[in-house]
């Protein structure tokens, strides 16, 4: 219940988006809700949102009846689907590729003046000058604000961890000639993936594995994705050898 309420704290409507999807405000409430919820990584039903239709109500001032009404809209729109057995709730692929993308690459603009103090280039790990990336001294006191090389575990926490590292991240791959939006999208599903939990809800799934070197997971990672060479117009490139 604690980490609904995490989850349903604010909405961030993009309503350009919004209008362009004919959603009223209420609408949009209710599908971002869901998205949120469906992606908890703390959920007990991965990838569903199962939180009853009075919980969703309560946090947004309504009626059960009012979200029931507009969850059937949402379904009709292709914005929302439905577990026929279970009855659980999760976005769908038009609501991901229409707000989730534009949403993060709203978030990335708002960034650009601050990853451009590091664009002195990327070192073998992506690693930025730590005198000027205050949240990760704030975590990694020992660094004692020195550039320095970091160890594996490091650079994935702080991979996952800091908005600022992640963008300077999707900046290596722009500048390697891939599309910007195709490289939000895939950081941001090799993130999900590596941050599931496992069973016992106490380690990531990347902090399961031996070893877990970022970059050459990611090299990995973009040379399986076969739909991503067809987006970004490298069909028959080998991407592996583009990024190196």
């Known amino acids: 219940m604690e980490e609904e309420k995490e989850q349903l704290n604010y909405t961030l409507i993009l309503h350009q988006i919004r209008k362009k999807l004919r959603l009223t405000l209420m609408e949009y409430c209710i599908a971002d809700s869901i998205y949120h919820l469906s992606n908890n990584p703390k959920n007990k039903v991965k990838g569903w949102c199962y939180a009853s239709k009075e ?44 707000v989730v993308i534009m949403r993060i690459k709203a ?18 790990n992506f690693t ?24 594996p575990s ?56 031996p070893t877990f070197q970022l970059k050459r997971r990611l090299m990995t990672w973009f040379s399986k994705a076969s739909q991503f060479s067809q987006r970004s117009g490298l069909k028959g490139k080998p991407i592996y050898n583009t990024l190196s």
């Open 55 to 98: 919980h969703i109500a309560n946090f947004l001032g309504t009626t059960r009846a009012t979200i029931f009404d507009n969850i059937n809209k949402l379904i009709k729109k292709g914005l929302i689907e439905k577990e026929s057995e279970t009855k659980y709730l999760r976005t769908t692929q038009k609501w991901y590729d229409n």
């Open 107 to 124: 978030d990335y603009q708002d960034t650009l003046h601050t990853i451009k103090k590091l664009d002195k280039g990327l070192s073998r």
């Open 128 to 151: 930025p000058d730590y005198q000027e990336t205050l949240h990760y001294n704030n975590n990694y006191n020992n660094i004692n604000n020195k550039r320095e090389e970091l160890t």
């Open 154 to 209: 490091q650079e994935m926490k702080l991979f996952i961890t800091s908005e600022e590292y992640f963008y300077k991240v999707v900046k290596y791959f722009v500048e390697k000639g891939l599309p910007e939006q195709a490289v939000i999208e895939e950081l941001t599903k090799f993130k999900n993936y590596w941050m599931e939990l496992n069973k016992t809800g106490r380690k990531q799934r990347w902090e399961l594995q």
